[in-house]
């Protein structure tokens, strides 16, 4: 859930299914980065938030590499 999520953690997406298709960097506060077609975007991640839904509904993981 987006609440255990810490700065740093490498979130993943997928299109269709469990495929990855995308990640992005967990930043705090719902946000992350990530890259777009111009350039390096910040995006929300919340089934509340009309942009930050696509990729809430696309979310499959998450991952910590460091302690």
């Known amino acids: 859930n987006v609440e255990s999520l810490r700065p740093g953690d490498i979130l993943t997406f997928a299109n269709d299914g469990t495929r990855v298709s995308h990640v992005g960097l967990y930043v705090g506060n719902r946000k992350f980065i990530h890259s777009a077609s111009a ?29």
């Open 39 to 67: 350039g390096v975007q910040l995006s929300l991640l919340s089934d509340e938030d009309v942009s930050g839904r696509w990729w809430y509904r696309r979310w499959v993981g998450a991952r910590r590499v460091l302690e």
